[in-house]
């Protein structure tokens, strides 16, 4: 697999790419999601067969969901967190990164926020 340039992360999506597995170890601050797909807005757009988003030592993360049951946001623990079926929004600003998409367990809509983590996107091209 090849190194996404930290300097095009910003140009990375995930449209119609379902999350195959995430690795979630909040004791060594470190997540691992592998996603089915990508897609990296550069030129006409290169188109990713996989793509592997690893963060880690992050100053601070925070889980939350929107329970529309409830119509309200509720923090998630890290021993609680819920995972990903999909990413249709990450945002990246300074040293921020938050992800968002629905549960694989609840449907809820989630978002994970890192502050000042470290970033590594690893990528497959398709043929």
Known sequence: MNVLDESLIKQLSF????????DF????KELIIY???GWLD???????????LSFSQWEKLSIRKFD??????ESLKAEKAEFLT??????????TVKLSGFSNSTG???EWCFSNVKVQIHY???E
């Open 68 to 73: 529309s049951r409830q119509e309200k946001w």
């Open 25 to 28: 170890n909040p004791k060594k």
């Open 124 to 126: 497959e091209e398709e």
């Open 108 to 110: 809820f809509w989630i």
């Open 15 to 22: 449209p119609d790419c379902l999350v195959e597995r995430m």
């Open 86 to 95: 999909d990413i249709p929004e990450i945002k990246i600003f300074d040293s």
């Open 42 to 52: 550069i030129d006409a757009g290169i188109k990713f067969k996989r793509t592997v």
């Open 35 to 37: 996603v089915q797909g």
